[in-house]
Structures are given as structure tokens and as C-alpha cells.
């Protein structure tokens, strides 16, 4: 045998702070997820919600993300949904988690944490786990840039 257990989860993680109040980003991340997502994640070019609205626990969708040309089609359920505090997505068909958090600093100020992780790599990958958890944490740190534009160029 050589060894070669299960992998790793492979994350980016960052965080930042927010000029708006945590309902407001919970809001805007969490309840109104399949209109916003695409808009701070950009690589994302379908977005389907397969179940009935309100987003929540349970709820599903369906996205195909373009990477460096190449589509990955991928279904999702919302498995944490505790308002205004955190939000977090598990892939059905894909191996992979996403996670939001939020904490307020104070009256206007909230502190959103962002975290995507590979539940595992395909062994083929495995060699390249340095050049993926190096673009995933580039990608983490982009989406709390983005979303921190959003929210602070929307009015309130």
C-alpha cells in the first residue's frame, strides 16, 4: 500500500470589515442569496434556486461556475442558516463547503469571515494541493473585497 489515505481538506479562508449593520449583511448574503450571489462572485454564470423560496435550511441549488474557460456544474444545499450570524453551503454533487460569518463590531461595523474548503482532492490533484489552496484563498479574499464594495456602494 502506499499510503495514500484520504486527503486533506484543502481552504482559503480571509475576512474584513463592513460599513453596515450585521441584519443588513445577513440580508443581503443569506436571504437574498440566489439574486446576490453572482454579483460578489463573478466566476459564477447560472444560478438556479431548486427549491421554493424563502432561502433556509434545506434549500438547494444549481450553479455552473467558469473557471480559466472550463464550466463545473455543481448542485448545493444551505446546511447552517442562523440569522444574523452565519450561512453555510455543502455541495450535494461536489465536495465542497462554504461558510459566512458574521459579527458585529459595533453599531455600523460588521466583520464578515468567509471560508471555502475541498472537502477532498481526486488523487490527480493531490500533487497540486499547494497551487489550489494558494487560488482558493486568493479567491476567499476577493469575495470579502467584493462584497464589502456591495454592501458599502448600496444605499441602506
Not at 481538506?9 to 436571504?31: H, T, W
Not at 477532498?120 to 464589502?148: C, H, S, W, Y
Request: hydrophobic residues 35%; contains cysteine; negative net charge.
Amino acid at each position: 500500500m502506499l499510503g495514500l489515505g484520504a486527503a486533506k481538506p484543502v481552504s482559503g479562508q480571509a475576512e474584513g470589515l463592513v460599513s453596515c449593520s450585521a441584519a443588513r449583511v445577513f440580508e443581503y448574503i443569506a436571504d437574498q442569496f440566489f439574486d446576490n450571489y453572482p454579483k460578489w462572485c463573478p466566476q459564477v454564470v447560472e444560478l438556479e434556486q431548486l427549491s421554493a423560496p424563502p432561502v433556509g435550511i434545506g434549500s438547494r441549488g444549481r450553479q455552473v461556475t467558469r473557471d480559466r474557460g472550463i464550466d463545473s456544474e455543481s448542485t448545493f444545499e444551505v446546511t447552517r442558516f442562523e440569522s444574523p450570524e452565519k450561512l453555510e453551503i455543502k455541495g450535494a454533487t461536489e465536495p465542497f463547503r462554504s461558510s459566512y460569518e458574521f459579527h458585529r463590531e459595533d453599531e455600523g461595523t460588521t466583520r464578515v469571515s468567509f471560508t471555502f474548503e475541498l472537502e477532498e482532492l481526486d488523487l490527480v490533484m493531490r500533487p497540486f494541493q499547494k497551487l489550489i489552496r494558494v487560488a482558493l484563498q486568493d479567491g476567499a479574499t476577493q469575495t470579502i473585497e467584493n462584497i464589502k464594495n456591495l454592501l458599502e456602494e448600496q444605499p441602506a
